[in-house]
């Protein structure tokens, strides 16, 4: 009989009528309870359809275009031109025949100017004649360089590698001094022209 009762009590529960608080209208206790079971449902299936993914983190980047095609990342920019170490000068003295030579040493990637061009500034080779009293005799003896395309930079006529200069000289005594002008470049970029001291023993 106690069983009875109770249930009776419940069901007078759900056959109340609920003041809506808004429409202040009654609300069906059954319409609130179906409206309950619709609610959890539509939950269970939204959580549901969610994939699941490792939890810390989104995973490993990756750069995508905006056509969905992976792509690797840009490399790096290269490092910029080492010019105060791209030239090294290297003179010497033959004294049988007084050829005085100056041997430009380009490091790979780099170059001067041979005679003929018209950007750039071309090699060449001075001889201080108030050092000693050395004269040049004749031409200053410079390689005839190769025409290169240096793509923004234009066409060039450039000397690469060990570059000789070479001056006969005369009438002097003791160490010969000089300077060699050159101006050093990339296929990308150029240093300013500069002068480069030498002095070479002569005995």
């Known amino acids: 009989m106690l069983v009875t009762g109770l249930g009776r009590a419940v069901y007078g529960i759900l056959r ?3 003041k809506d608080a808004i429409h202040c209208t009654e609300v069906p206790p059954m319409t609130l309870i179906r409206t309950a079971v ?7 299936a939204f959580l549901c359809a969610c994939p699941s993914e490792p939890q810390g983190g989104f995973g490993e980047g990756k750069p995508v275009k905006d ?28 004294a049988a025949t007084g ?6 040493k380009l490091k790979p990637g780099y170059h001067a100017y041979a005679p003929g061009e018209e950007v750039g500034k071309p090699v060449a080779l001075a001889v201080d004649e108030s050092k000693g009293g050395w004269k040049v005799e004749g031409a200053v003896s410079v390689p005839a360089g190769q025409k290169k395309d240096l793509g ?41 022209p500069k002068s480069h001291p030498f002095k070479v023993p002569t005995a």
């Open 16 to 18: 109340a009528p609920v």
């Open 38 to 44: 619709v609610a959890a449902t539509v939950g269970t």
């Open 67 to 94: 056509d969905g095609t992976v792509v690797k990342p840009s490399a790096m920019p290269d490092a910029p031109p080492d010019f105060a170490n791209a030239l090294e000068i290297a003179p010497a003295f033959d």
């Open 99 to 104: 050829k005085v030579t100056v041997t430009l």
């Open 152 to 192: 923004a930079l234009g066409t060039s006529m450039i000397l690469e590698g060990n570059v000789e200069l070479s001056a006969i000289v005369k009438g002097g005594s003791g160490d010969i001094e000089g300077k060699v002008e050159a101006q050093v470049c990339t296929d990308k970029a150029c240093d300013r």
